[in-house]
């Protein structure tokens, strides 16, 4: 078993930055890669990006392209997703995901879901 521990949600104003950081209990083949995503009241959840815990590949929606940035730390296990040019649109819960391939965060509705979730944290963009 994997445990995902997210931190780092709050409340902030369009245009400002909010780092989240996902720390995993260990590194296994489920972990090969990390990453979020999110789910907005009465929406889907969508994927949001990714990063191969042992390599440097990332995957990034096209909605967040640009301003947001997913990161490692493989010494202490930990992901972060620093999240630039906040806008109202980013208002969600996001999610720490694990997962042993891409798939759940490229297929989207058609990809395997991940093997293990984070408790979420909440993210709110107001003005």
């Known amino acids: 078993q994997v445990q995902l521990v997210e931190s780092g949600g709050g409340s902030v104003q369009p245009g400002e930055s909010l780092r989240l950081s996902c720390a995993a209990s260990?590194?296994?083949?489920?972990?090969?890669?990390m990453g979020w995503f999110r789910q907005a009241p009465g929406k889907e959840r969508e994927a949001v990006a990714a990063i191969r815990t042992r390599g440097s590949s990332t995957f990034y929606a096209d909605s967040v392209n640009g301003r947001f940035t997913v990161t490692q730390d493989n010494a202490v296990n930990t992901v972060y997703l620093q999240m630039n040019s906040l806008k109202l649109e980013d208002t969600a819960i996001y999610y720490c995901a694990a997962a042993p391939t891409v798939l759940p965060w490229t297929l989207r509705h058609s990809g395997p879901s991940p093997d293990y979730w984070g408790q979420g944290t909440q993210v709110t963009v107001s003005s």
């Open positions: 260990k590194y296994t083949a489920s972990t090969n890669y």
